[in-house]
Structures are given as C-alpha cells and as structure tokens.
C-alpha cells in the first residue's frame, strides 16, 4: 500500500497556442482519500485529470499515481483507475446490463466472473429494474449511474471524476453523493474529483485544493479552510453600491469595528468576516449610517467555499446553481 496514491510535483500544461492550463502546481492524495479539486470553469480541473489519465501528455513537471510514473507506466496507471468524464459514454443502442457486459470485456473481465459484477454494480446503482431497456430511454440521472457503473467494472483503486454531476437535477445530484460517499467509506476506493458545486465539495471532500487560472490558491480540510476566514460572513449591498469611493469608504467604517477580522470588495458591495456577527449587526448599521452610507441589503452566514475563493481571488466562484444560503437576510 502505497501511502500517497497520487503526487503531482510542479506540474505544467502548456497548449499548442501557448495557453498555460495548469501552471507549476503540487499537490498529494492520500490513499483512501476523497479528495475535491474545486475551481470555475476554465481554472485547469478537467486538464489535470487528463494529465492524470493518461489522456494528455504534461508538458513538464513529475507526477505519479499508485506509485507509477506518469511518463514511464502509462498502460499500469490506467489498470488501477476508473474515470467519469462530464459526458457519458454510453452505447445508447444497448441496453443497461449490455453497456456492462461491454466495459468488462474492454477490461478483459470473463464469466461468471463479468456477469456476477454486472449484477453487483446494477444493484448498486439501482437499476436493476431497467436493466434490459436500452440506454438511449434513460434519464439523464440514469445515464449517469449507469456511466458510474461502467467506471467501476474492474474494481478500480483510483476513481477520476470529472464534474460528475453537471447537469443532473438535485436529487439525482444527491443519489450520485450517495453512491459515491458508499463506494468510498465501504469499499476504499480513493476518490478524485473535481467540482464547481460549492455543496459537492462541502459534503464529500475530506481534503481539497482550489485551483484558479490554472494555480492552487488554497488546500486544506474545507473546515480548516473555512476557519481561516475568522468568523460570520456579512454581506452588505450598497445603495449607488457601484461608486468605488463609497465601498472604499465603507470598508474603511467597518474596519474600526473591532470584531471584524477582515473586509473585501464583492459584486455590488463590501462583504466583512467577524466573530459573532450577529451581535454586532446593530454596531455595523449604526457606524454605517452615521457616516451617510446606506444599505440595500444585508445578510449573515456560516462561512462557506466560496468566501474561502472569494478570500482568495476577490471574486466568487459561484453560478446561478451554486445559490449561498444566506441564515439573516436584511432588507433595509
């Protein structure tokens, strides 16, 4: 057992029209990790994992999975690991148990050992009852069990998951959380995946790195790195909110207050960090006013992911999706 599963050591992605997709970047996943790469769309996720993959060759640095060099043992790489793109690859001609049968033969599997995995994992997915209808009437929910399924059929240690949810509903969303968190915890299977869902990597990732225009900007535990934010979000929205001299104005009111531990830009407003926010929010008004600043809105909430991206970047990471569940909304 090797203690890393993956090591990745200064690693760049160049493209042929000079685009840099992943610039010099390292990082370890231990094995028997559920590990989140979170980031926007174009940060470098999905060129990673096919650096990883074996689907696109780096274009310098050093990286190994299982303790294989991805240079040296690219055929031994791609026997341990199992990978779900964004799109499935279905046969949508065949039906559920034939697609099965289909990924065990790419994968050398023979009965009755292919047909009792088959089996296995029909179950596992919940779509046994479907099992002989052919793919193309599956839902999208469906498809995506059943390319999660195609994924394992050789009992991979190192499962890549590319964005797997995108897309999908809520809870289909939620009953690939499920399977994943099982196949994890219960089979040990090392889990990397890359995510824009704040929420997806919240609930799943035990470790994480945040990756933007191709660079790691923060690793950690989300918790830990939540914590680091020291405290309550307040979120404030400005009246005439877009004139640089007012937010500049206000963050200069709101640093006076001595519980706030920081205080940053953020689409349309000021958005402030302090312990026990809720019990400064009279405090915070008041200053405010006094100086003939006014509020269109305020909120508080827990710290989330993307306040951790928006620490980090001074811009937020999500989509009309990836709504923030705000505790103490305010209109004012």
């Known amino acids: ?70 240079d040296k043992s690219p055929k031994e790489i791609r026997k341990v690991i199992g990978v779900l793109s964004q799109e499935t690859s279905l046969d949508v001609d065949l039906t559920g148990r034939e697609n099965l049968r289909l990924q065990g033969r790419l994968q050398q599997l023979h009965d009755p050992i292919l047909e009792d995995r ?64 099982k196949l994890n915890k219960e089979e040990g299977i090392t889990i990397f995946l890359t995510t824009q869902y704040l929420e997806e990597a919240d609930r799943l990732c035990r470790e994480l790195s945040i990756i933007d225009h191709g660079k790691l900007i923060a690793s950690g535990s989300p918790l830990e790195l939540k914590e680091a934010l020291g405290g309550d979000t307040i979120t404030l929205t400005l009246k005439g909110g877009k004139d640089t001299a007012l937010r500049l104005k206000t963050k200069e009111v709101l640093k006076t207050i001595p519980e706030v531990t920081n205080v940053m830009d953020s689409d349309g407003g000021v958005v402030a960090y302090a312990k026990n926010a809720g019990e400064i929010i009279a405090d915070v008004v008041t200053s405010l006013e006094r100086n003939n600043i006014h509020l269109a809105f305020l909120s508080i909430s827990s710290p989330t992911l993307d306040d951790v991206f928006l620490r980090q970047t001074g811009r937020r990471i999500r989509s009309e999706e990836l709504g923030r569940k705000e505790t103490e909304p305010f209109l004012m």
Not at 20 to 41: H, M, R
């Open 1 to 70: 057992m090797v203690e890393y599963i993956i090591k990745v050591k200064d690693l760049v992605e160049v493209y042929a029209d000079g685009t840099k997709a992943v610039d010099n970047i390292s990082f370890n996943v231990k094995e028997g990790e559920f590990f989140g790469f979170l980031g926007p769309n174009g940060a470098g996720k999905s060129t990673t994992i096919k650096v990883l993959t074996t689907l696109l060759r780096k274009t310098s640095g050093h990286a190994e999975v299982n303790g294989y060099d991805l």
């Open 118 to 181: 088959v089996d296995e994992l029909l179950k596992l997915v919940q779509l046994e009852d479907v099992a002989k209808k052919p793919a193309g009437r599956y839902s999208g929910g469906m498809r995506k069990r059943l390319d999660l399924a195609s994924a394992l059929i050789h009992k991979p240690k190192l499962l890549f998951l590319d964005e797997p949810t995108t897309g999908l509903d809520a809870q289909s969303r939620a009953a690939i959380w499920d399977y994943l968190e």
